[in-house]
């Protein structure tokens, strides 16, 4: 079934750790996107990518970086995980076929840093 | 640069009575507005779209652009409305989203 998955749903990691969040899509669509979200706020666009070997930074500044190696994969990277990095994280793509094309979102991940 | 305001944060009503959950936007271009709902535990998913024109569980939105515009409202709401709704707007680069309005419908 064509779908968004993230991996992992939770993570508790200590202070410096490299940690790496996994997207992929099954629905074969071009534009990938990451957001980071506190709880009750508002989304925050971090990355996003056209296609493959395109990434773009988002609006808000990030430590974290991203790769588009695959069409279906689009995983986010953090060197040296902090405590002000805990929030988190969804990853969403979407298609490329005229206007009103929707995202579709995966559950998310969790990230919290000790 | 583009932008999604929802002045609202927190929002409440009782059953049956009406809804309106407001978004402004800014965008140079001709923009492409989505509104998203995410219910508890479960993942961000689209309610409706501007292009649409659709009518998505009795809720219905229409963009105005003089006012930059798209109002999502339902005339009657129903205790399952309850949930953190988002206004998103999409160029031709991004998808930037509102800061969201939780939508609690009291018995």
């Known amino acids: 079934e064509a779908d968004i998955y993230q991996t992992p749903r939770y993570l508790v990691i200590g202070t410096g750790k490299k940690i790496t969040l996994e997207c992929s899509q099954t629905?074969?669509?071009?534009?990938m996107y990451w957001y980071q979200q506190d709880p009750g706020m508002e989304l925050h666009l971090i990355h996003y990518?056209?296609?493959?070997?395109?990434?773009e930074k988002g609006d808000l500044s990030s430590e974290s970086t991203v790769s588009r190696i695959r069409t279906e994969h689009f995983p986010l990277t953090l060197e040296s995980a902090r405590p002000s990095h805990t929030s988190q994280y969804l990853c969403?793509?979407?298609?490329?076929?005229?206007?009103?094309?929707?995202?579709?979102f995966g559950q998310g991940t969790r990230l919290t840093v000790v | 640069a583009q932008r999604v305001t929802q002045p609202e944060k927190l929002l409440s009503v009782f059953k049956g009575a009406p809804v309106e959950l407001k978004c402004n936007y800014s965008?140079?271009?001709?923009?492409?507005l989505f509104w998203y709902v995410q219910y508890s535990r479960q993942r961000l998913q689209l309610l409706l779209r501007h292009i649409s024109r659709e009518s998505i569980k009795g809720f219905t939105a229409d963009l105005n652009k003089g006012e930059t515009s798209f109002h999502l409202k339902k005339p009657f709401a129903q205790e399952e409305d309850s949930a953190m709704y988002y206004c998103a707007l999409r160029s031709a680069r991004q998808l930037t989203f509102g800061s969201g309005t939780q939508l609690t419908v009291l018995p």
């Open positions: 965008y140079s271009g001709s923009p492409e």
């Open positions: 969403a793509s979407s298609g490329d076929r005229g206007h009103g094309t929707e995202a579709f």
């Open positions: 990518s056209y296609g493959v070997n395109s990434t």
């Open positions: 629905m074969g669509h071009d534009k």
